[in-house]
């Protein structure tokens, strides 16, 4: 892999960590506000997701 290869990827990780550190804290704060409770399925969706790609890539 060159290198420009490697920071991309290193890139899209980080960008994916951050993305599911930040869906982390909407879910938490979804479960004091019941109206947030589908919204909060869809986060959890979305980070289940990410983690996955992230334990592929590793």
Do not use: G
């Not at 980080?14 to 704060?29: A, P, S």
């Not at 979804?30 to 997701?49: F, G, S």
């Amino acid at each position: 892999m060159n290198d420009s290869l490697m920071v991309d990827s290193a890139i899209s990780h980080c960008e994916k960590l951050r993305r599911v550190l930040e869906l982390e804290d909407w879910i938490r704060e979804a479960r004091d506000h019941p109206i947030l409770a589908r919204a909060a399925e869809r986060w959890q969706e979305e980070r289940d997701q990410l983690i996955a790609e992230l334990e592929i890539s590793h």
